[in-house]
């Protein structure tokens, strides 16, 4: 594929392109009157295209992208979902996608986000809600800014805060955003937080809290749990759960009984709105009574007189973004939580965690799995004891040569050659079983045929692209 | 409903292969009073009765015929190929395009996205987007910060309110402080300890300021000082002088007016450009252009990527990881849509409708247009009483303009109006006729 | 993998190798390091003049997969540094000690130079860091 001549700008003519303009139905001045004429510019570097060419364009890109829609996405810590149907004509229908975020008639948004912030409360156990930060690591931001503020308002200076070495890489740069330095804790040979280690920290005095994900990267859970919160507790700290993970949990399990002060979800990965190539996202913040007050604003809250919003700067850490948060994806959440109801949210719990172990327990006799154990969601492999020197991208790339999308790879960063598999609830039993075919007939690949892997991809619209070179001489635009 | 494939003989069979009895045992790791015996939630419901269920909920939000009302979020028409091209389930299901190879087609979409704003605004270098304009201003800010390593931020008054108060949210974050300060007084502010100057073009009353000589007079008296802009609907872009001719360092703007509904406020979408020498401090996501390892062809791919917060986590300026991608799609083809031709009409149109409503009235007794400087598609009205104004207006289904004592108090007799393209000739008389009947029920003039 | 590490050079736990002449000491990631690091895309030096304490991190040394910290291994005053990296900055990975060297230091405390590792220490500490 030739790119110069194949990127849209290339498809321009000297066509005046005025399909999407409206006819001008007023008188007019001259535009000198209306704007000085050095504010004018000069011509747009932007070429008129005619319609039939666009469509074409796009069409023919989204036929080289790959989609959840076509198959597998066994992305780890992603929970790659199907993205119901029904939940994008709602988001498009008129009295939703028209109505501006200032207009004073605007009970039924008001009210749809009060209604899952009170789902979301019942899923989670926790007792207030924000739906304004626009993505977990928004979210994570939120949450950090709350322990700040609590802390703040206490006359206490805490400002470290606790994270294991497994955790997310959003987790210690939100924690930085938010003021604080980061504490990385060695997780035991168990994958779990050692106890011990945790009292130390928490013992110096000046540790706001932690940040868990659980179960965590690894797809376990830690059993210690209860433990680990209470000891951060003992010490006065608070405890943030990233609820990235929560999809196992969801009807079996709550962060708040687990011991969490506050938690982030991911509307984008637990509750189905589409990942969108990478956006738009939303990750509402939950908190406990206490630190509701601390939650930003403005506060959709329940009142005598109906849903009332709150703009009490007094003690809110403020606003985190212009006007109600994400809620074109709010809504398609709030849609998922409707249709699927107490029992299928129970359901997808369970199923997540059944397909991940009927995936990790093939695919455990061919691929070395570092943390033995039963996992929920998703599940580490590692490229150790691979023959012929073959590395996680050599295999990641061979599936993309199947027609099915790689897993996570090199994460989390505590297992050397990773390869991180979560299947989620949606996919049919016959999905899983192709995937673990093709991981059958990639392993015996890499034992007799390795260059095949060492190659790959070979049928896919392009090879292994030149990443250094990307990054020495960056081209950012044409 | 529920989007579970497996029937029980499947799960029978899976739960034989892994070796268990039943799915409880899968979660055995999980102590035993952590388990909940359910959610206390309503049972599902199926499509149709989902769908009944929004729709009289939709009810209780009003859909106007015709908007007057901007501060912030614009209705403008947008083409039909913008909802063609991001319905394809290939684009919107997608996942982030670390993949490159099985990625190819959204990753030149979004290399193509920083190339339309690259060209749009003159800017060297744009990013895959950010959240929205209010957090691309804060942090744009807290780049500033860390390139400059000063830690005290200038704000011009102007700035829309809500983005005053997420810059300074996010500032208090990093411990950096925030002056706001009125236009004319900027240069007895500066000083060699300001990292950057943050105002916003059109402002939030609508005016026009003179950019350059703005630049030229902040760079003289603090040459290190970084020069940040921030827009609220750059379809002015259409007409006025792009950021990259001025001497910005950094553009942020708000690309909800660039192909994106409404939707009560979001998703919208956060432009950030800026000069090529500040490259490696951008935060969010930048795709590149590349060569095969072993091979000729060119291919796009996520480039940069030290930047950001999962190789360098706490020494991450940015912690942001999803952005807003498929709003970006939405740009990308409102802008290609529309073309040079198109964005100037638009563009054009928008001032001379604001234009003519301003002219209209100034005929009616009563009412006084405060700007004195140029305004593009929004400007700020003296009225003889705004909340008749805002009754007259609903009655005529017309979205009213904005009171602005939501927020500024002590502006109780004005309003911010927005007039675009998309108001015909047949709404500004009847929103001329609602400026009259306000009047006549109100001012004793 | 055989990694080279001149044995008149001094070197610090973090990765960096020292070749003092007379008051300069001029500053290098080792051979370790590079391959760690991978393909090297990118080195951000800080300005000349500014003087800092053993320790501190100097540079950043980026590359495709991680970005690592360049520590002072010594007090000094920076006098220059290696502009040919940022047209090469694969020179860090072909020859670390050689066209690939960063930074040149004027000594402040010469006291710090006996606390450096010698080539035996430092292939010591690769030797427990491979396990």
């Known amino acids: ?478 | ?445 | 993998m055989e990694h080279e590490f001149p044995s008149e050079l001094k070197y610090l736990q973090t990765h960096e190798w020292v070749r003092i002449q007379d008051n300069i000491a001029i500053i290098g990631i080792t051979d370790y390091a590079q391959h760690q690091l991978g393909d090297i895309v990118y080195v951000e030096f800080p300005e000349i003049g500014t003087t800092l304490k053993k320790g501190s991190n100097v540079a950043e040394i980026e590359s495709v997969k991680a970005v690592g910290e360049l520590m002072m291994p010594l007090s000094g005053k920076i006098i220059e540094v290696n502009t040919g990296l940022v047209d090469n900055p694969e020179s860090v990975n072909s020859s670390p000690y050689g066209t690939g060297w960063m930074l040149k230091i004027e000594i402040t405390n010469e006291g710090e130079i006996d606390e450096l590792l010698t080539v035996e220490a430092y292939k010591k500490i690769i030797e427990a860091e491979k396990k």
């Open chain 1, 1 to 478: 594929m030739d790119t110069k001549d194949s990127l849209i700008f290339e498809k321009g003519n000297k066509k005046a392109q005025t399909n999407f303009v409206p006819k001008l139905d007023i008188e007019c001045d001259e535009l000198e009157e209306i704007i000085p004429k050095k504010f004018i510019r000069d011509e747009i570097q932007i070429p008129d295209i005619p319609e039939v060419e666009i469509v074409r364009h796009y069409v023919k890109l989204s036929k080289i992208n790959y989609g959840l829609d076509s198959g597998i996405y066994p992305l780890g810590s992603c929970t790659m979902k199907y993205n119901p149907k029904i939940n994008e004509h709602i988001a498009r229908l008129a009295e939703f996608s028209q109505i501006h975020p200032l207009q004073e008639e605007n009970e039924g948004a008001l009210q749809l986000i009060h209604n899952i912030s009170n789902m979301l409360g019942e899923i989670t156990g926790m007792d207030g809600f924000t739906l304004q930060p626009a993505a977990g690591a928004h979210g994570e931001l939120v949450g950090l800014l709350i322990m700040k503020k609590f802390f703040e308002t206490k006359g206490v200076v805490k400002n470290k805060i606790i994270v294991p070495d497994s955790a997310h890489g959003t987790n210690p740069a939100s924690a930085k955003m938010a003021g604080f330095s980061i504490i990385e804790l060695q997780s035991n040979d168990y994958g779990e937080v050692p106890l011990d280690h945790l009292e130390f920290a928490m013992k110096q005095g000046d540790v706001a809290g932690i940040m868990l994900t659980n179960p965590n990267t690894l797809g376990v859970f830690d059993r210690q749990i209860k433990d680990i919160t209470r000891i951060v507790h003992k010490y006065g700290g608070l405890c943030y759960y990233d609820g990235a993970n929560l999809n196992p949990m969801l009807g079996i399990c709550r962060p708040r009984d687990m011991g969490f002060d506050i938690v982030h979800l991911n509307l984008h990965k637990t509750f189905s709105t589409p990942h969108g190539g990478g956006g738009p996202g939303s990750g509402p913040v939950g908190v406990t009574n206490e630190l509701i007050p601390f939650l930003p604003i403005p506060c959709i809250i329940s009142a005598e007189n109906g849903i009332v919003c709150s703009h009490d700067k007094f003690h809110s850490i403020g606003r985190i973004k212009a006007f109600w948060g994400n809620f074109g994806i709010i809504l398609r959440a709030y849609v998922y939580i409707l249709s699927l109801g107490a029992e299928g949210l129970k359901r997808v719990g369970q199923i997540a965690v059944l397909n991940a172990n009927y995936l990790k327990s093939q695919l455990q006799k061919k691929y070395y799995l570092p943390y033995n154990r039963v996992c929920q969601h998703e599940f580490v492999l590692s490229d150790k004891d691979m023959p012929n020197e073959i590395t996680t991208e050599d295999i990641a790339k061979r599936i993309l040569d199947y027609g099915f999308y790689a897993p996570t790879i090199y994460f989390p960063l505590i297992v050397n050659g990773a390869l991180m598999i979560e299947p989620t609830e949606t996919e049919s039993k016959n999905s899983l079983d192709n995937f673990v075919e093709v991981m059958e007939k990639i392993y015996y690949e890499a034992l007799n045929n390795p260059e095949k892997l060492k190659n790959a991809p070979l049928n896919t619209p392009i090879g292994r692209l030149d990443a250094v070179n990307a990054a020495r001489n960056p081209i950012l635009h044409d």
């Open chain 2, 1 to 445: 409903m529920d989007f579970i494939s497996h029937d029980d003989d499947a799960i029978t069979e899976m739960l034989k292969v892994i070796g268990v009895d039943k799915i409880e045992d899968l979660f055995k790791d999980i102590p035993k009073d952590l388990i909940i015996n359910g959610l206390n939630l309503p049972e599902g419901l199926s499509e149709p009765d989902v769908l009944k269920k929004l729709k009289e909920l939709g009810k209780k939000n009003t859909i106007y015929a015709n908007s007057f009302l901007g501060a912030g979020c614009y209705f403008h028409y947008i083409p039909t190929l913008v909802d063609f091209v991001v319905s394809r389930s290939e684009f919107y299901t997608s996942y982030t395009p670390y993949q490159a190879e099985a990625s190819q087609g959204y990753l030149q979409a979004i290399y193509e996205y920083q190339s339309v704003i690259s060209r749009l605004t003159q800017m060297d270098v744009a990013n895959a987007s950010m959240y929205d304009g209010s957090t691309a201003l804060a942090e744009a800010a807290i780049m500033a910060s860390i390139i400059t390593r000063k830690n005290q931020i200038i704000l011009l008054e102007g700035v829309h309110p809500e983005y005053i108060e997420v810059v300074n949210t996010y500032c208090w974050g990093q411990n950096i402080t925030l002056k706001i300060v009125p236009l004319d007084k900027v240069e007895d502010e500066l000083n060699q300890e300001i990292a950057a100057v943050l105002f916003q073009s059109p402002n939030f009353f609508g005016n026009i300021e003179d950019v350059s000589v703005l630049v030229k007079k902040i760079t003289d008296k603090a040459p290190n000082c970084l020069l940040i802009q921030c827009m609220t609907d750059p379809t002015c872009l259409g007409i006025l002088k792009p950021p990259g001719e001025t001497g910005v360092d950094i553009f942020v703007a708000e690309g909800q007016s660039f192909g994106i509904n409404p939707s009560f406020g979001g998703p919208g979408l956060g432009i950030f450009a800026t000069k090529e020498k500040f490259l490696r401090k951008i935060p969010g996501r930048l795709v590149g252009k590349t060569k095969e390892i072993n091979g000729e062809r060119e291919g796009f791919l996520l480039t940069l990527q030290a930047r950001e917060q999962h190789i360098r986590r706490e020494k991450a300026s940015s912690n942001i990881c999803t952005n807003q991608a498929l709003c970006s799609l939405s740009a990308l083809i409102y802008l290609v849509s529309l073309g040079k031709t198109g964005l100037t009409k638009i563009a054009t149109q928008n001032f001379q409708k604001a234009h003519y409503v301003k002219k209209k009235i100034k005929e009616i007794p009563g009412y006084e247009i405060l700007n004195i400087k140029p305004t593009y598609n929004e400007f700020i009205v003296k009225c003889p009483d705004v909340d008749s104004l805002i009754q007259e207006c609903k009655k005529l289904n017309l979205l009213p303009p904005l009171p602005l004592s939501k927020y500024y108090p002590e502006m109780k007799d004005v309003a911010l109006v927005c007039v675009t393209e998309s108001n015909s000739r047949e709404s500004i008389e009847k929103f001329i006729k609602a400026l009259e009947l306000a009047n006549n029920k109100g001012g004793r003039n």
